[in-house]
């Protein structure tokens, strides 16, 4: 893995411009079209799990759907078109549960409109990105692509329909594996051993994101698989161990597919994913 040299700093001083160089893990290579742009989640919606597993879906609809002054205009059957379903009046249909996610999210302060959100209206509204800011500051977030999205949102497996849970358990897990910052710190000289010191894979049971998100375990096992599908993200189930005469389940490890920052493509593919899995169940079994 070869170190590149970027030029990350800029001082004058006096009539004299130093030039101060570092050295970045990877070579950055610009993404274009959809796959540039990019919007942040705040973990206080992803984690909230009394609220409906739409929630990701609809907040994501509002961040691709503001305007320069963050105004938004739409209705309950354009969400529920843009989630890949067909509006349903009825009292437990999906328009019911858009509308009850609507609003929560005016309730929280993401999104402001007059009024109630119902299934007739056309509701300007108003995006209110300060909030959004304020809690990524204070806490963790998901960084999603426009292209990401889509592409779940697209998804049209066999058996599967769900495709708002699958970009909540995206969402969750672009929150919680962790990211290695590009630009080595003074005296980092070794790619390898920062990626082994800091593998940017994130192991748990499914139980604990199910439980976290407010889902079924069997649709956190169905959207990961559909996810995996989709090479947005990589996972091991690491084999079941016996402890004291019983058989104990093990933590699955997570890694993303591909590693991008602010519009750039870092790294992706086998030669990225299976070398974090790979450090990552190394530091386990260390520690355990």
């Known amino acids: ?5 970027t030029m990350h700093v800029v001082e004058n001083i006096g009539m004299e411009v130093i030039k101060i160089k570092t050295k970045s893990e990877y070579d950055a290579q610009e993404l274009k079209g959809s796959s540039c742009g990019y919007f942040v989640i705040p973990n206080s919606v992803i984690s909230a799990s009394d609220a409906c597993d739409k929630r990701v879906a609809v907040f994501s609809y509002f961040s691709m759907r503001r305007g320069l002054d963050y105004g938004i205009m739409f209705t309950i059957n354009s969400i529920v078109k843009w989630i890949g379903k067909k509006p349903n009046r009825h009292a437990n249909g999906i328009n019911a549960k858009i509308i009850d996610t609507v609003e929560y999210m005016k309730d929280e302060g993401y999104v402001s409109f007059d009024g109630n959100a119902d299934n007739v209206s056309f509701i300007e509204a108003t995006f209110n990105m300060q909030a959004v800011s304020d809690e990524t500051r ?10 990401e999205v889509k592409k779940i949102m697209d998804y049209d497996g066999d058996g599967f329909s769900n495709n708002e849970a699958a970009l909540l358990v995206f969402a969750y897990l672009r929150m919680v594996i962790p990211r290695r910052r590009n630009n080595l710190m003074p005296g980092e000289t ?11 894979a994130y192991d748990c049971h499914l139980k604990s994101i199910a439980e976290c998100l407010g889902i079924s375990e069997r649709m956190v096992s169905k959207s990961i698989e559909v996810l995996e599908e989709l090479d947005l993200i990589r996972f091991l189930h690491r084999p079941k161990i016996k402890k004291n005469g019983k058989w104990i389940t093990q933590t699955t490890i997570f890694s993303n597919f591909y590693k991008r920052e602010k ?5 992706s593919g086998k030669e990225y994913y299976m070398a974090e899995i790979e450090n990552k169940r190394k530091k386990i079994e260390m520690f355990s």
């Open 190 to 200: 070794s790619i390898e051993s920062r990626r082994i010191k800091s593998p940017e």
């Open 263 to 267: 519009g750039y493509l870092l790294a």
């Open 138 to 147: 204070n806490d963790g977030y998901a960084v999603l692509y426009v292209d």
């Open 1 to 5: 893995m070869k170190i590149c040299d």
